[in-house]
């Protein structure tokens, strides 16, 4: 009897606290109930979902990318439409995919072939229907309303008023980024012990890496319940209020509530008021933890908040700004760490002539304060800095009040802070100019190899500052001028410019027919377009201008969608669009001019052969410029042509990935046509022809090839050998690969022959690469990772084994 009265006291709690209406089910699901057989199909249109009867909330499919749709809830009557659940995160499915409440009472999520990617796993009893509550909960019901599974009880990364977070049987999992809703880094949960925590995770072995918040509530805590008044608290299994999560209490008001544990790993409460105009935007009210560029410590496995060779830096609102050292630059999204922009020192017999090739660089009030490989105590700056040069592990060192802290690549848990009074000294491999003087410091740091560098400091500090002011002047009145030219030149233009290409110049046909003269000298053609050479009238700079052919006439929104793509590009290792021409039947792409021509010229050029470290080099380069398309764009790009001929090398031999993009231009039905016509044999995925979907894969089998192709200078495909079985450089160099004779690939070639060590690697790498079966290729962030030696190359397996 006692327990049983004291059952009846918790639920008599949980209802004054949530202000939760057992009842609602039947009256909220009036006319909205969803029988059994129901479904909705994934299209664009989305014009099939489950709504609440206020409508606030709606069930269906959410669009998160051309193609792919999660299967999800979100807010619906407000501006800002915002995503709380989805079933399948780690799994988006593509249009024609469908959710159906089947006869058995199941909900179950079928992709475009029939098979199932996730279901509901109701309680023991008869599903009478389905229902969207105006909670935000989707549940399915028996006929007297009894709540046999719910989305409640299995939470995203959201949690949202009435809903409660139990000890051991629910979890947050934060995103993997802002754009990419699969599970993160982190997590909230509460944990059996009664404990409430912050946790990072390896991903994707779901490993807890470090508690970086606790609520300290051992033993007690029992359950969260966010209730209708935006409260958030913790309570014992009696009842009792613990804690609140936030100290900031009730919110008086009409608004909207979520809680998230974003993918920077910080648990925000958001609010919105129910009488928003169109510009209101969520705002935050409460969030935790104060600082996670401190709160995330992963002194032994992880990359700390940002990832690995990254800073952290704090915002408003608790966010992280990720940033990267000099010379090296971020790897993919925000928390995934930064990569050199250069290739590492060597560590075999050459390492000391290449340790000429480094300097230090360095950067004040930034540290990396854990896993030192090596400490120096009571040393000079000359000192840690020299150990640091000649030491080929060494690729930072921390100097601070008389202690030298070496670290080697991957370092991890960096922060920017103003009250660390001492400096980072970052190795980075210097150009020709500053190779010579391995004390060089980009920040008006004192070198240390002579008396007179203060001198010389201050003299070049004064110069530099008026060269400057200099600047910014000239800056100044040029955008002046620039503004008002381009004001005068829209006025003139009777075909209006996207809103979405602002940033890029919009030219009339006259002025680009202007430009080339006439379109008199040609520089090269493809299957889709004529490249032409020309010279803007305003400031005399030489452009290379791609004239579309036809095809492109009747796809103006294509058009339109792919230069905006394109402009929003922004990396040394892509050819810059400087603008465009949309008038008519014209659709006309300018460029910067290239002034080196292609890769292919300089690879195939006959002898002599063309350098091998600057072969390596532009490997690497070509490799960051495609991880760029596929990972940092706002949407992936897929080149779908990578080959030789669409590389093109500046006047210092910097890879600039053209043609990037453009079989996006073309409608899907065109898209294989196209790029089979133009796609040069041997360089094409083999599940172009074989119906399979084309990815980012495709681009990551093309650079497989063109490795190939730049590590033993020669094409893809040569019929006039003396062995047949050298044709094909694909099999050729698995054959070399297995047999242990990769000095064959490189006959002749001394340099390349001199370092096997990394020729294996390249060569290990391509042949991942150009795997058949496209899931055993790597993603460009990893084949980067393999090419700098930060991670191990497996033994590939044979790239024709694929079972078709």
Request: contains cysteine; charged residues 20%; negative net charge.
């Amino acid at each position: 009897m006692a327990s049983c009265s004291f059952s009846l006291l918790i639920i008599i709690n949980f209802i004054i606290i949530t202000g939760f209406p057992f009842s609602v089910i039947a009256q909220e699901s009036l006319n909205r109930n969803v029988t059994l057989r129901s479904s909705i199909v994934a299209n664009a249109n989305a014009n099939s979902t489950w709504t609440s009867p206020s409508g606030e909330f709606t069930f269906g499919f959410w669009q998160i990318s051309p193609g792919a749709f999660l299967l999800a809830i979100w807010f619906d009557q407000i501006h800002d439409k915002t995503l709380v659940w989805s079933a399948n995160r780690d799994e988006p499915v593509s249009a024609g995919s469908t959710v159906q409440l089947s006869t058995d009472g199941t909900l179950e999520l079928v992709d475009q072939t029939g098979r199932r990617v996730w279901a509901s796993h109701a309680r023991s009893g008869t599903v009478a229907y389905a229902a969207m509550l105006d909670t935000g909960n989707l549940v399915l019901a028996s006929n007297t309303s009894a709540i046999l599974w719910q989305s409640f009880d299995s939470p995203t990364d959201t949690l949202l008023p009435t809903q409660v977070l139990n000890r051991q049987s629910s979890v947050l999992y934060s995103s993997f980024s802002a754009t990419n809703f699969s599970k993160g880094r982190f997590k909230f949960t509460l944990q059996g012990d009664g404990n409430l925590v912050l946790i990072s995770r390896s991903v994707p072995s779901d490993e807890n890496l470090n508690t970086y918040w606790s609520s300290k509530t051992l033993e007690t805590g029992f359950q969260l319940i966010f209730n209708n008044s935006g409260s958030i608290n913790l309570y014992q299994q009696n009842g009792t209020l613990l804690r609140p999560l936030f100290e900031s209490g009730p919110l008086v008001g009409q608004f909207y509530h979520r809680l998230v544990l974003e993918h920077d790993g910080v648990l925000r409460h958001y609010v919105y008021p129910k009488s928003a105009n169109s510009s209101s935007a969520w705002s935050v009210r409460d969030f935790e933890p104060s600082n996670i560029c401190s709160a995330v410590v992963e002194r032994h496995t992880g990359g700390g908040p940002c990832g690995f060779n990254s800073y952290c830096s704090i915002k408003a609102e608790g966010r992280p700004s990720c940033n990267c050292p000099l010379n090296y630059y971020p790897r993919g999204g925000g928390l995934s760490g930064c990569t050199p922009d250069f290739v590492q020192q060597r560590c075999d017999h050459q390492q000391v002539q290449d340790a000429l090739s480094f300097g230090l660089i360095e950067m004040y009030n930034i540290d990396w304060p854990f896993v030192d490989y090596t400490k120096l105590r009571n040393v000079d700056e000359d000192t840690c800095r020299q150990s640091c040069l000649s030491d080929c592990f060494c690729a930072i060192a921390i100097y601070s009040d008389g202690d030298c802290f070496k670290k080697s690549l991957p370092f991890s848990n960096g922060r920017l802070d103003s009250g660390f009074a001492g400096k980072a000294l970052i190795k980075v491999r210097m150009n020709n100019t500053l190779a010579s003087n391995p004390y060089t410091t980009t920040s008006g740091g004192e070198s240390s190899k002579s008396s007179g560098s203060t001198t010389l400091t201050i003299t070049l500090s004064v110069l530099l500052g008026c060269a400057g002011l200099l600047f910014l002047l000239s800056s100044f009145f040029f955008v002046f001028y620039l503004k008002r030219r381009k004001t005068t030149i829209v006025e003139q233009r009777s075909h209006v410019q996207p809103a979405v290409v602002s940033t890029i110049s919009s030219f009339s046909f006259k002025e680009v027919e202007e430009a080339t003269n006439g379109f008199d000298e040609e520089l090269g053609r493809g299957a889709c377009s004529i490249v032409y050479r020309g010279t803007l009238k305003d400031d005399g700079k030489v452009v290379a201008v791609k004239k579309l052919h036809k095809i492109f006439e009747q796809a103006d929104d294509e058009f339109k969608a792919e230069v905006s793509s394109i402009s929003r590009t922004n990396h040394k290792n892509l050819v810059q669009l400087v603008g465009y021409c949309d008038e008519g039947q014209n659709r006309i792409l300018v460029y910067e001019f290239i002034t080196n021509g292609s890769l292919a010229t300089f690879l195939f050029q006959k002898l002599p052969r063309p350098n091998w470290h600057t072969r390596v080099q532009i490997a690497f380069a070509i490799a960051r410029g495609i991880c760029y398309l596929h990972e940092d764009c706002s949407m992936p790009i897929i080149h779908c042509d990578i080959k030789p001929q669409n590389v093109l090398l500046n006047e210092t031999f910097t890879p600039k990935i053209a043609d990037f993009g453009l079989a996006k231009l073309l409608k899907a039905d065109q898209t294989r046509t196209v790029t089979g016509i133009r796609g040069t044999k041997g360089y094409v995925a083999p599940e172009w022809f074989r119906n399979m979907p084309i990815t980012v894969k495709v681009d990551v089998y093309s650079f497989g090839i063109m490795l190939l192709e730049l590590m033993c200078c020669r094409r893809s495909y040569e019929a006039d050998v003396e062995d047949e079985g050298e044709a094909v450089l694909a099999d050729w160099a698995y054959d070399c690969y297995q047999q242990g004779a990769l000095d064959l690939l490189v006959a002749g070639d001394e340099e390349a022959k001199s370092d096997m060590k990394t020729l294996e690697i390249y060569v290990k790498t391509a042949i991942w690469c150009i795997q058949e079966d496209p899931t055993l290729r790597p993603h460009m962030n990893i084949v980067m990772h393999m090419l700098q030696g930060s991670m191990q190359v497996p033994t590939p397996p044979d790239p024709t084994a694929f079972i078709h």
